[in-house]
């Protein structure tokens, strides 16, 4: 999910009448703490969500969504395409592993994303030899096994794959250097009637550019409409998608389905990422999706994958602190903000997960009578925010206004529970101890961990360092000046 020009960029009842598509979200697995999968599934039984999009095939999730009615959309990591590619033996095992498997035990698969993104500029054409013909693999697996007329698969692409040198969607084309393999590609997906995987992010339009239109992220009708055509152009997302359609259009597949695999607001970790501004963009996106209008090139209903369904605490944040927190429920499934699912703007909050256990109620805080050291202090807050989470301290952010010592603490208590509070993590050479009260300040939740039920996976990176390091080194000014 990278930026974008001014183009790139309930009950089941209820939300059925609302959205004749569906309503469908990813579901990622990129954190420290996973819920059980049977308690994710249910929380999405309890609000409509019916397609679920997965970027793997990981078998505790997939069973847990056999015999439920959801339509699944299993993922193929990018580090896997180059034996995609060039193994097709290694394609027709996967296939029956995780497909024909799967389907025999109840698991409704309509779709497989091969790869994620692959052809991201900042990859510098890593996967471009590869991605095309692992397409192709997998799609004759799923032909060869009987599934290719009901299972289609396709590429999930940023939406820098396609661009407009005008900024108007009727001039949009495929990216320069992958304009051969995209339209070769588009050709493969129409002969096999497969549909275009697009991830559109008005998010990352308005945050990637100081000069974009504000209003323009949203699908509120408050922006001044931009014209093309003769066509009106009211919100990023219509003019993004249109982009692609043109683009299609050109490449001679004017009629091609396009599937939306990924569209969010953050809550946190950037100005712009907060509950207030993802309720707003869900609330008009949403109607719109309810309505189906379409776009101006391309009226009707269009299928989506919100995202995402949790917040990931383990995912890179090289594009933005805002990475971390993409949920419209929180790590532990409990919803953020009212978000009417139907798309008929009631106030209403989801239904977040039942059944989650947690820690004990306790947390991490820094001694104040240990403190007089402000170097070594911040050599701790290096420590703990190189292993845990600290994103919700960086500017913007809903722990950015507490005092150092607020800074501090919360640093701790992130590293104190992602270790799943063992009492020697709250530690930091006799700086830290230990409490039952709630360390929460204002608007800073400091959370408790739930209790683990998945694979582990572990933070780090000399990327991550690197930015604690600038962020301990400001609150250290700071904390001098007081």
Known sequence: MHGHSLVGGCTAILFLVGLANGLGVNWGTMSSHHIEARIVVQMLKDNGINKVKLFDANPRMVRALAGTGIEVMLGIPNDQL???AFTADYAKDWVKENVTQNLDDGVIIKYVAVGNEPFLTSYNGTNLESTLPALQNIQMALDEAGHGGTIKATVPHNADVYESPSNKPSDGRFRNDIKAVMVKMVKFLQQHKSPFLVNIYPFLSLQSNAHFPFDFAFCDNTASPIGDNGAQYADVFDANYDTLAWSLKKAGAPDMKILV??????????????????????????????????????????????????????????????????????????????IDFSGKGRQVMPVGAKGVTY????????????????????????????????????????????????????????????????????????????????ASRGNCLFPIMIVNSGFRLVAGGTWLAGFLSSLVSGMLLLSLRL
């Open 82 to 84: 180059a034996n995609m």
């Open 261 to 338: 695999g990924e569209i969010g607001w953050p809550t946190d970790g950037v100005v712009n990422g907060n509950v207030a501004l993802a309720r707003r963009f869900y609330a008009g996106f949403l109607k719109k999706m309810a309505a189906g209008k379409g776009t101006p090139l391309r009226p009707g209903r269009i299928e989506f994958y919100l995202f995402s369904l949790l917040d990931e605490d383990l995912k890179s944040i090289q594009p933005g602190f805002f990475e971390r927190h993409w949920g419209i429920f929180r790590f532990d499934g409990q919803a953020k903000f009212h």
């Open 359 to 438: 820690q004990t109620e306790q947390w991490c805080v820094v001694d104040p009578s240990k403190t007089k050291d402000k170097e070594k202090v911040g050599k701790n807050l290096n420590y703990a925010c190189t292993i845990a989470d600290c994103t919700s301290l960086a500017y913007g952010s809903s722990c950015n206004d507490m005092d150092f010592l607020g800074n501090v603490s919360y640093a701790f208590n992130q590293y104190f529970q992602a270790q799943d509070q063992d009492v020697e993590s709250c530690g930091f050479n006799g700086m830290a101890m230990v409490v039952t009260q709630n």
